[in-house]
C-alpha cells in the first residue's frame, strides 16, 4: 500500500511539474522570433482566438505533410507565401490574432474535444494559450485561459 501512495505522489508530482515547465512569453517577443521557441511550451498572455468556426485552409496555398520542412510557411509575415495548416487527426485549426502583430501568421490547432468546449457566438475572446510546435508546421495548444 506504500509503494502505491509513493507512485501516486510521484506520478502527480511529475503532472504538476509538465504543467509548470512552459515559458511564459510576451506577444511581441513570440510574433517577432518564433523559430526561438521551437519546440519548446510556451505560455502566451493578451491574444484573440475566434472559436465560432475552425479556420478553414488557405486558398492556393502550399500544404506541407507533418514533419515536412519548408523555407517559408507559419510564423512568417502577411507579405510572404502562407502555408495551409493541416491539423492532425481529432484536431482542428484555430484562429489565433496576435493584436501587438496583426500581419504574424502560424497555424494552430487545438483538440477537437477542447474545441467543442469553447463558447461560440463571439467573434474575438482575449485569451491565454500554452502551446508547443514549430514555426514551419504549426503549434499544439495544450492549454486555454479565457479572458485577461
Known amino acids: 500500500m506504500l509503494m502505491k501512495n ?3 505522489i510521484a506520478v502527480m508530482t511529475l503532472m504538476g511539474s509538465l504543467s509548470a515547465q512552459s515559458l511564459e512569453i510576451d506577444p511581441v ?3 517577432s522570433k518564433p523559430a526561438a521557441f521551437n519546440g519548446k511550451m510556451v505560455t ?5 482566438i475566434n472559436p465560432s468556426n475552425p479556420t478553414p485552409p488557405a486558398p492556393g496555398s502550399i500544404s506541407v505533410a507533418p ?3 519548408v523555407s517559408t510557411g507559419a510564423g512568417t509575415s502577411a507579405g510572404t507565401s502562407a502555408t495551409r495548416c493541416n491539423a492532425p487527426r481529432g484536431f482542428v485549426t484555430l484562429d489565433v490574432d496576435f493584436p501587438t502583430d496583426p500581419t504574424f501568421q502560424a497555424c ?11 463558447p461560440k457566438g463571439q467573434d474575438k475572446i482575449q485569451s491565454t494559450l500554452t502551446f508547443k510546435g514549430d514555426h514551419r508546421i504549426g503549434y499544439t495548444i495544450s ?3 479565457l479572458g485577461k
Do not use: D, E, P, W
Open 143 to 145: 492549454l486555454y485561459k
Open 29 to 31: 517577443q513570440f510574433t
Open 6 to 8: 509513493l507512485f501516486f
Open 44 to 48: 502566451v498572455s493578451r491574444i484573440l
Open 67 to 69: 514533419g515536412a520542412s
Open 108 to 118: 494552430f490547432f487545438i483538440s477537437q474535444a477542447m474545441f467543442n468546449s469553447l
